[in-house]
């Protein structure tokens, strides 16, 4: 956990410091997703919970932008959606649309109320549903700032006890 921290406060801190480069480059999404999926499946198994990855077949050819920053969104709203999800199923879709990379995170953990979606993405925000979990509230701000950084948007739809779904699209090039 003490790792997870620092590196959190240092791309914080990056971040909020301007010090972060896009680097575009070329990269397989397919490629990408399956390694971030993979990379989670024992954490999910270990939870009981499953993992569920669905990318659509135009994935697998090649796209421009950042493939470090693009998992670095992915694997922290994955984390998030395996750790605030106790019983049931998390699901990663990813697909490509009008010149956008998106992927949608969907879980059946405990949701979010309206009040604390507003709050959500902001820095070091733990909010009263997040309860018997670790972390420093820094993940959902980061993510924020990362899709933002890209050009993209972020979008949460959730209610209390229903689950949440986080849908990124960031602009990527042929």
Do not use: M
């Amino acid at each position: 956990h003490l790792l997870e921290l620092v590196t959190d406060l240092l791309d914080f801190y990056k971040l909020d410091s301007n010090k972060v480069a896009v680097n575009r480059i070329a990269f397989s999404p397919a490629d990408l997703f399956t390694a971030v999926c993979t990379g989670f499946e024992p954490v999910a198994a270990a939870k009981g919970i499953e993992l569920r990855c669905t990318l659509a077949a135009e994935l697998s050819g090649q796209v421009a932008g950042d493939p470090s920053r693009v998992r670095q969104i992915a694997e922290n709203l994955l984390s998030n959606a395996i750790k605030f999800t106790d019983r049931g199923f998390v699901a990663f879709d990813a697909w490509l649309e009008e010149g956008r990379l998106l992927f949608r995170v969907s879980d059946t953990g405990r949701g979010i109320g309206p009040e604390e979606r507003e709050r959500i993405f902001q820095e070091f925000v733990r909010l009263p549903s997040a309860g018997g979990v670790s972390g420093v509230g820094l993940g959902l701000s980061i993510v924020d700032r990362l899709v933002k950084l890209l050009g993209g948007t972020i979008e949460l739809e959730s209610e209390p006890g229903a689950g949440s779904r986080f849908l990124v699209a960031v602009p990527v090039g042929e």
